[in-house]
């Protein structure tokens, strides 16, 4: 069974620096591409950008590049997001979900369960 | 980057209405479309690619069509499970934007 586990809820202070975690199972980590997806507190869903875990290469959203890193380590089968200096506006639920590419289709066939991110002072 | 304008923002609707989802794209993106469904406190799930079809085990109340820039997602007849938000998404090229949402409600 596919499965993308994020870790959990997180609450920090502007300026901290995080970084959160996707771990997949049941499937070959390397040979899909892992995207991350913010959505704000009642709004709707953003692309920050995507991973293949085999080799790293990683493309951000326009919006997203420079203040995000998105990284992956193949060996734990694990994608990360992290962030080196919060903001409040960081606030948000982030979703990682798989990409499929198939002889038909883009789109995401499997999403993580979310993790919560709380900036406040 | 493509930017997606989804419309309406919020619907309402009786059950067994007939509801549609406008989706237009700043450029043409083939039939480059996606649509997801996202129930509250739960991550999104797919149910229409490449514009118009139709994901494994979606009900067949659920289409989609269009092409180039201007693409619908309709529900044929409105079911109360079918309470969401729904988005549209592009992808070109391994990058990737979503439209703002529609958020749908039983009148």
């Known amino acids: 069974e596919v499965q993308l586990v994020q870790s959990g809820a997180e609450v920090k202070k502007p300026g901290e620096s995080l970084k959160i975690s996707c771990k997949g199972s049941g499937y070959s980590f390397t040979s899909y591409w892992i995207g991350w997806v913010r959505q704000m507190p009642g709004k709707g869903l953003e692309w920050m950008g995507i991973i293949y875990p085999g080799d790293s290469d990683t493309r951000y959203s326009p919006s997203f590049q420079g203040q995000v890193t998105i990284s992956a380590d193949k060996s734990i089968s694990t994608a990360y997001l992290q962030w080196s200096s919060l903001k409040a506006s960081d606030t948000a639920m982030y979703y990682c979900?798989?990409?499929?590419?198939?002889?038909?289709?883009?789109?995401?066939?499997?999403w993580g369960q979310g993790t919560l991110v709380t900036v406040s002072s | 980057d493509i930017q997606m304008t989804q419309s309406p923002s919020s619907l309402s609707a009786s059950v067994g209405d007939r509801v549609t989802i406008t989706c237009q794209a700043s450029?043409?993106?083939?039939?480059?479309l996606n649509w997801y469904q996202q129930k509250p406190g739960k991550a999104p799930k797919l149910l229409i690619y490449?514009?118009?079809n139709l994901e494994t085990g979606v009900p067949s109340r659920f289409s989609g069509s269009g092409s180039g820039t201007d693409f619908t997602f309709t529900i044929s007849s409105l079911q109360p499970e079918d309470i969401a938000t729904y988005y549209c998404?592009?992808?070109?090229?391994?990058?990737?934007?979503f439209g703002q949402g529609t958020k749908l409600e039983i009148k």
């Open positions: 979900a798989r990409r499929k590419r198939g002889g038909y289709g883009d789109y995401v066939d499997y």
């Open positions: 998404q592009q992808y070109d090229n391994l990058q990737y934007s």
């Open positions: 450029q043409d993106i083939s039939n480059y």
């Open positions: 490449d514009a118009s």
